[in-house]
Nanobody, 128 residues
């Protein structure tokens, strides 16, 4: 049972930056998809970014060029560096993990229901 814990959420002004962190309870980064999802009030959960054990990365179109996903294997920590934040980036951000399959990262990012392990979320609010 992988346990995930996010941190780093905050309220920031439009154009600001934040870095989210997700610490895993065990070493996951050599065989898991690790991803960030977000959910705004009244909306479905959507994929933000995902990375696999080989370093393949996919981003949602809405964040590409502004967000960067990375991981520190030694610290069992996944990061999401967010810059150029917009009010539409507001939401609860979740870290998720799933054992890797043959699926490509761009596909798995669209499949939140395929992820077995989730953190409790961290709130990001962007105000204008």
């Amino acid at each position: 049972q992988v346990k995930l814990k996010e941190s780093g959420g905050d309220s920031v002004q439009t154009g600001g930056s934040l870095r989210l962190s997700c610490v895993a309870s065990e070493h996951t980064y050599d065989r898991y998809f690790m991803a960030w999802f977000r959910q705004a009030p009244g909306k479905e959960r959507e994929g933000v970014a995902v990375i696999d054990s080989l370093g393949h990365i996919a981003y949602a179109d809405s964040v590409r060029g502004r967000f960067t996903i990375s991981q520190d294997n030694a610290q069992n920590t996944l990061y999401l560096q967010m810059s150029g934040l917009k009010p539409e980036d507001t939401g609860m951000y979740y870290c998720a993990a799933e054992e890797e399959t043959v699926a490509v990262v761009s596909y798995i990012l669209t499949r939140p229901d395929d992820f077995s392990y989730w953190g409790q979320g961290t709130q990001v609010t962007v105000y204008s």
